[in-house]
């Protein structure tokens, strides 16, 4: 059985605790190895790693700095098949989901080879006579990244990359349920020669985040997870005086207008819903159906969900996996079960899967109610698993209204023919990601990838410009090289005019 420990100053590093968890196979339920749960001392060495890489790596010339994450990126597309596996091992999700996941990854990895561009400061000549100034962004320090479950490699990636190509170093903390994938990208850093200390990995619980929100070695912590976690994180690391961004839970609507392509939208939702078993916090959980496309969608989607293939995430003929873990296999059937009490009508019930030879594993066919109501807690509340919810609403209105009022923001989608429509949804929606035919839209690595509401605690998104501003501190110089002047001591406020 395997033992995963950290990663600190460039080497494998079993942990000075004795406390650890399991690493499980959600396909078949098998326990593969475990995973030493950082203690402060833990976190406090792979701190006192990345303090020392600091000052060498902020010095080092941002385009050296990108020299080593473009041969970072030639070995990720090298071991793409690897990572994926470790995902899919781990994670549950079929290979080909794990593959993309592992590519959007990546492609931060890419924006981040850019950064020389990024970094470029901003110059005013004569901002009074024979004076000047100018604006660049330095880089913040030590950063730490504390990363969820369900995107081993592309959560990380979101962070890392970018906050080292600024001329920070890190610490990753990713989720004790998928440890392994991130071991291998710090490996693999190095072995584009990376610096050690440059990227750290300390793996744990609420043990191991503690010690990081309250250490003073750590000047900015990101964190993807659920919304009470991340809401912590940003209330204990803002009052330890850090810089802090958290991304929180989702519930993600898609209305389907009656003029809408209905086979479109009834594949679109079928991807978006059940794609990694709807583990993303960009799944699409709600179908708002406006008008009588309820009754349209509901017979294509019973069809199509009866055909979907749930089955190991190594099989490659799968398009679905299991859940993540047992604990959340039952949390996610727990909803189903809760559903159907509240009185929504389950027209689609996964929970009688068993798969033949994977009878341990923690599969969960696709679940779909109609009649939803947003008073029901299944409508509320994050289930985060392959259950959609249809609501059926009047008109546009009606639907915009329920998306604005919901407690989360993250993503959210229409889906229509209609030009006015779908302008005014993306121009008045509260929500921070929005697509207009699109089920899942994430930003591409070039933008920025952040909800609204309680979705996010931050002022900053992450990846793109956003994280480029997050992981910099801006300075502005003013000079002038005055020559035999001798104007005496000025009282007032200098004025340009
Ligand atoms: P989680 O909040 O349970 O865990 C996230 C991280 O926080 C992990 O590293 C975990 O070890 C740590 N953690 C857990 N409990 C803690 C505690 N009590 N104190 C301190 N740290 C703690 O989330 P998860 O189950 O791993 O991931 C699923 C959640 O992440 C969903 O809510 C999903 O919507 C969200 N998510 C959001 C985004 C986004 O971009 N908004 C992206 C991916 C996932």
Not at 56 to 74: D, N, Y
Not at 463 to 484: D, I, M, N, S
Request: glycine share 12%.
């Amino acid at each position: 059985m395997k033992r995963i420990g950290h990663f600190i100053a460039g080497k494998r590093d079993p942990g000075a605790g004795t406390r650890a968890g399991d690493i499980t196979n959600p396909a078949t339920g098998e326990v593969s190895g475990s995973v030493a749960f950082a203690t402060a001392a833990d976190v406090d060495r792979a701190v006192a790693a990345a303090t020392a890489a600091l000052p060498g790596w902020s010095a080092t010339p941002p385009v050296r700095r990108a020299g080593i994450l473009f041969k970072f990126r030639e070995l990720i597309v090298k071991h793409g098949d690897e990572l994926a596996r470790i995902i899919t091992l781990e994670h549950g999700k079929v290979l080909a989901d794990a593959k993309g996941s592992l590519t959007r990854g990546l492609e931060v990895v890419e924006f981040a080879c850019g950064i020389p561009q990024m970094l470029k400061g901003e110059f005013s000549e004569n901002v009074g006579t024979a004076v000047d100034s100018w604006g660049f962004r330095q880089p913040v320090g030590v950063c730490a990244g504390i990363t969820p479950f369900n995107f081993p490699a592309m959560v990380p990636m979101w962070m890392f990359p970018v906050a080292i190509a600024c001329g920070n170093t890190f610490v990753l903390k990713p989720s004790e349920k998928v440890p392994s994938c991130a071991m291998r990208l710090a490996e693999l850093f190095i072995e584009a020669g990376g610096p050690p200390g440059v990227l750290n990995v300390v793996h744990g619980d609420k043990e191991a985040v503690d010690a990081i929100l309250h250490h003073p070695g750590i000047a900015a912590v990101s964190f993807v997870g659920s919304t009470p976690i991340a809401e912590y994180v940003h209330h204990t690391a803002s009052a330890a005086g850090k810089r802090v961004q958290a991304l929180g839970g989702a519930k993600n609507h898609m209305m389907v207008m009656p003029d809408a392509d209905l086979d479109q939208a009834t594949d679109a939702l079928m991807g978006a819903a059940f794609g990694s078993a709807g583990e993303r916090c960009m799944a699409v959980s709600v179908a708002l159906a406006v008008g009588d496309v309820a009754d349209k969608l509901i017979p294509r989607l019973k069809d199509k969900m009866a055909r979907l293939k749930v089955g190991p995430g190594t099989d490659t003929d799968s398009e679905m996996g299991p859940l993540v873990s047992k604990a959340h296999y039952e949390k996610v059937k727990g909803y189903v079960d809760l559903g159907v009490k509240e009185g929504a009508d389950l027209v689609v019930d996964g929970r009688g899967l068993h798969l033949q030879g994977y009878e341990k594993g923690y599969f969960l066919g696709p679940c779909l109610f109609d009649k939803v109501q947003p008073t029901m807690r299944i409508y509320k509340e994050e289930i985060f698993g392959p259950v959609l919810a249809m609501v059926r609403v009047a008109d546009f209105a009606a639907g915009a209204k329920l998306i604005n009022d919901h407690e989360f923001g993250n993503g959210t989608a229409i889906f229509t023919r209609d030009g006015d429509a779908a302008r005014e949804f993306a121009a008045s929606i509260q929500v921070g990601m929005v697509g207009i035919n699109v089920p899942i839209p994430v930003p591409m690595a070039f933008h920025s990838f952040g909800g609204w509401k309680r979705s996010i605690f931050s002022d900053h998104a992450m990846h793109g410009p956003e994280g480029v501003r997050f992981y910099t501190k801006l300075k502005t110089v003013t000079a002038r090289w005055p020559t035999g002047i001798r104007a005496g001591a000025e009282y007032t406020m200098p004025v340009a005019r």
